[in-house]
C-alpha cells in the first residue's frame, strides 16, 4: 500500500514535525473545522461522531452507577462565581463575559461557564432539605468556555466539549468513594474503550483543580512522550457547601453540611486518541469508538454479482451491529485505501470475483497493515474477533510506550537530562514542598503529573532539597 | 383515589387558574428550577429525562434520514451576524453580547448564538466546492439564548435546548422537499411519541423566519385552546449561501449557488406536552417519553414473599425494555399514588398478598384513572398493550380537543366573537395581505397560526377587507 498511502492528502511525517502532522490530521482527517473565532473550532461529522461514541460509553457507565443528566444554564452571574474564593481566583482570568442582553446593557455581567460548581450549589441550597434528599448524583452534557491565549484543535479549545458529573452527599467518606468510583470509571473508559493506558494518581495542591481539596487525575503519555491529562474528579470537602450554605438534617436530627465532588471528561481525550495511536498515514481509530468499523471496497465492481455479494456483507455485518460503509464510488482503489487509512477506520474488507469463487474476502488491520483471506462464511465472528485484536494491539503498543518511558531519577540534573534525551515520564521522590515543584518546573521544564497511586521507593529523600520525602511522583511536559 | 390526590403538593386547579396550574406543575413534579438569572431555568433530572427520550427519537429519525450531527461554536462575531440583511434584523434585537475575554476587551462583541444559520454558512463556504460535496445534511443538539422580555418554563426561556437542522443542496426542489421531509419528522414524532395532534401549514410572510423564503410549521392546540408553534422548517432559497458566497461547480462545469434550509425542534414541546395532556392531579406523560413508565408499587410489602414477587415483576419489565421503577418506601400508599400521579407516570402497578394468591396485580392507567386486575402471566405484553393504549387514549382526547375548537368565521366580528367565547384555531379566507394580518391582531387578538396543507374553500373573498381570497388561514391566540 506504500505507494498509496500519500495520494489522498499529503500529511507532514511525526518525526519530522510532529506538532504539524498533529494538525494534518485534525484537518484532513475532517475531523475539525476553524471558524473566524480563534480557539473556538468546529467539530465536522466526522470528529463529532468519536464523541458521540465516547458519550454513549460514558453516559451508560454513568446511568449504571445511579447518576442522571441535567441541563443548567450557560450563564453564572459575577456574585454567583464570586463566592467560593478560591473558585473565583482560579476562574475569573479566563472567563467570557456577556455585558449586554438585547441593546440594554446588564445590572451585573453575566460569565459564560467555565465549569458549573457555582450554579449546582445555588440550586442544591434551594433543594436539599433533609439526609432523604442525599446523594444527588448529576451529571450535565455540555460545552464551557475559557478564554485561553495559546488554542489548539482538541488539546486546547477557548469552547470545549465536555461532561461535568456534580454530586452531593451526607459524609466525607461517601464523596470520597464517589470520586474514586468517576476516576475509575474514566480509566475502563481510556483503557477498555480509547485503548489508552492511565496511571491513576492524585494531583499535588499546585496543580488541583481552583477550590478542591483533593484532585484525582488519570494521565496518559502520546507517541511523542508528552502527558496528557485526560480526566480529572475533584473532591471538596464540605468548602463549596459552606460557601453557598448548603445544609441537611441528618437522622440524628442534626443540622450538617454535605461534602461534594466533581468530575469531567473533554473532548480533548480525541486529541490524546489521535496523539497515541496516529501514524504517518493519518488517524488511526480504536474500533469501538470508530464512525465506520469496517469500510467496504467492491473490487471489480462491474462484474456480475460483485455489487450484490459486497452489499450481501455489508447488510450482515450492519445486523450484526458493526457500523459499516460500503464505497462502491468511481475512485480508484489506491484512493479509496488512502482516504480511509488517513481516516483511521480499523478494517478495511475487499471483496472481489477471485474472492467470491473461494467464498473469501480480504481483511486488512489498519493498526499493523496486516493483510488476511477469511471466509465469508462467520465473517461476523471474524470481524468481531478482527475488531478486537486491533484494539488489543493499539492498548499493547501504547502500553509499551508508556511503560518503556517512565524512568527513575535520583538528583535534578538526572530528571532534566532524562527529559531532554528521552522524554516521558520521570519519577522522582518529593518531599510535598511547592518550592520544589516549582524548581521541577524552572529548571526541567516539568509539571508534575500526579503522585501515582503505585507508590514505589526510590530513596528517602527528595532530589532537589535532600529533605525527607512524603511520596513518588510523576514529572512530565504536558499539553 | 380522589382523597389521595392532593395529598403531595397542592396544586391549583386548571379550571380557575390555568397559568398557575401550568407553573405549579413544573415545579411540583420537579421538572423545572428557577436560577438568579431570570429566564435561565434548572432542567432537572425529571425533565431532562424527559428530553433525553425526545432526544433519542428525533435523532434516530435523523440519521435515518441521512444527517449527522455536528458542532458549531457559540459565539458568532457581530460582522458574521450582519452579513444576511433580514437575519441580522430579526435576531440582534434579542441577541446577548460577550464583550470582555479574561481581563480585555474584546475587538468585536460576539454574540451567544440565538440560532447558527450564519456559522454553518461560513463553514460552508469554506468547504463546498464541487457537486460532489452536495447535499450536506447536518444538525447539532446545543443551547441558543434569546434575550427574551418575558419568560415562562418550558415555553419561553432566555437559554434553550433544541436541535437545529442546517442542510444544503444542489437544487432548490431537493432543498424544499427536505424542508417537507423534516417537518414531517416532527409531526411523526409530535403525534406518534408524543400524542399531540398537529395542524401542518406554511407561515404567512409576516410569521415566518427572519430570512427565510419560506417557513414551514406545526401547530398544536393546547388544554386552553391557545395555540402553540410545536417545530419549524425553513426554505432559504439561495439567500444565505449568496450573501456568504457559497458556490459549487455542478456537473455541467458550471459555478452555481446552492440552496439551503434549517428545522428546529426545542424543550418548549415539554411545555407542548404539559399543556396538552396535564390534569388537575399533575402532569400526564405518554408513555414514549415518560421516565418511568411503570411505578410498580407493592402492597403489605413486609409479608412473606410480597417484596420478592414485586421484584420478580420489575425485573420481568425492565428485561422486556420497559422503563420502571419500584417505591418500596415507608410512605403511606396514598401519598405514593399522588406522588407518581402528580409525576405523570402512565401506568401504575399494585401487587399485594391476597394479588399473589391469584397470581394477579392491579394496573392503573394514569390517564383516565381505569384500575384492571391482569394476570401476571405474560404481564410484558399487558404492560406494552395497555401503554399504547394510554398513548391512543392521549392522543384521541387531544385530537377531539383539537377538532371541537376549530371554527369557520365569515367576519372579523365573528372571529373575534369566536376566540372570545369559545378559543381555538379560527378559520376564515385570506387575501394575502399583511394588513388585514395586523388587523385580526389588532381587533381581534389572533396572529395568523398557518395557510393549512389542508385548504377548504369557505368563501370567494377575505372577510376582512373584502378582496378576492388567496388562501385559507388558521388564527389563534399564541404561547
Same mark, same amino acid.
Given at each position: ?10 500529511? !507532514? ?51 449504571? !452507577? ?182 441537611? !438534617? ?230
Amino acid at each position: 500500500m506504500a505507494d498509496n498511502k500519500k495520494m489522498v492528502e499529503q500529511i !507532514t511525517d511525526m518525526e519530522q514535525d510532529f506538532a504539524q502532522w498533529y494538525t494534518d490530521v485534525c484537518t484532513k482527517a475532517d475531523l475539525i473545522g476553524y471558524t473566524s473565532v480563534k480557539g473556538m473550532f468546529i467539530l465536522r461529522p466526522y470528529g463529532y461522531a468519536i464523541w458521540e461514541n465516547i458519550q454513549r460509553e460514558m453516559d451508560a457507565r454513568f446511568k449504571a !452507577t445511579g447518576h442522571t443528566n441535567v441541563a443548567m444554564p450557560l450563564l453564572i452571574p459575577e456574585s454567583l462565581l464570586q463566592k467560593e474564593k478560591d473558585h473565583v481566583e482560579g476562574f475569573a482570568p479566563e472567563c467570557a463575559w456577556v455585558t449586554m442582553g438585547g441593546s440594554e446593557k446588564l445590572d451585573e455581567r453575566l460569565c459564560v461557564r467555565p465549569t458549573s460548581e457555582t450554579l449546582f450549589c445555588e440550586h442544591w441550597s434551594q433543594i436539599v432539605h433533609s439526609w432523604r434528599d442525599l446523594p444527588l448524583l448529576y451529571n450535565q452534557w455540555c460545552s464551557v468556555l475559557r478564554w485561553e491565549k495559546t488554542t489548539r484543535p482538541f488539546l486546547r479549545h477557548r469552547e470545549f466539549l465536555w461532561q461535568e458529573g456534580h454530586t452531593l452527599h451526607a459524609t466525607a467518606q461517601e464523596a470520597i468513594e464517589e470520586t474514586e468510583r468517576m476516576l475509575n470509571v474514566y480509566a475502563d473508559v481510556c483503557e477498555n474503550i480509547l485503548a489508552m493506558p492511565v496511571v491513576k494518581g492524585i494531583k499535588t495542591d499546585k496543580e488541583k483543580f481552583a477550590g478542591a481539596e483533593r484532585t484525582y487525575t488519570i494521565e496518559c503519555m502520546m507517541h511523542d512522550r508528552k502527558a496528557l491529562q485526560n480526566g480529572t474528579s475533584h473532591y471538596f470537602g464540605d468548602g463549596f457547601a459552606k460557601a453557598f450554605g448548603i445544609t441537611f !438534617t441528618d437522622k440524628d436530627n442534626v443540622q450538617k453540611t454535605p461534602f461534594e465532588t466533581s468530575w469531567g471528561f473533554t473532548t480533548r481525550t480525541i486529541g490524546g486518541v489521535i496523539m497515541t495511536h496516529g501514524d504517518n498515514s493519518g488517524l488511526v481509530l480504536p474500533p469501538k469508538v470508530a464512525p465506520i468499523q469496517v469500510v467496504v471496497i467492491p473490487v471489480a465492481g462491474h462484474k456480475p454479482g460483485v455489487m450484490e455479494a459486497n452489499q450481501a456483507v455489508v447488510d450482515a455485518l450492519t445486523a450484526a451491529g458493526f457500523r459499516v460503509k460500503m464505497d462502491a464510488s468511481d475512485k480508484a482503489p489506491g484512493w479509496k485505501f488512502a482516504e480511509y487509512e488517513m481516516k483511521g477506520v480499523p478494517l478495511r474488507l475487499e471483496l472481489g470475483p477471485k474472492d467470491m469463487e473461494k467464498n473469501q474476502c480480504v481483511l486488512v488491520r489498519r493498526d499493523n497493515g496486516e493483510e488476511s483471506f477469511v471466509s465469508l462464511d462467520g465473517i461476523e465472528k471474524t470481524v468481531a474477533d478482527t475488531l478486537q485484536a486491533v484494539h488489543d494491539g493499539l492498548f499493547a503498543k501504547a502500553k509499551r510506550n508508556l511503560d518503556e518511558h517512565c524512568y527513575p531519577a535520583f538528583s535534578l540534573e538526572e530528571a532534566k537530562a532524562l527529559q531532554l534525551e528521552r522524554g516521558g515520564f520521570i519519577k522522582t521522590m518529593w518531599c510535598g514542598d511547592a518550592d520544589c515543584e516549582e524548581r521541577m518546573k524552572a529548571e526541567a521544564g516539568m509539571s508534575s503529573r500526579c503522585i501515582p497511586f503505585d507508590q514505589e521507593h526510590l530513596a528517602d529523600v527528595c532530589p532537589i532539597c535532600g529533605k525527607p520525602a512524603k511520596h513518588m511522583v510523576y514529572w512530565g511536559v504536558a499539553y
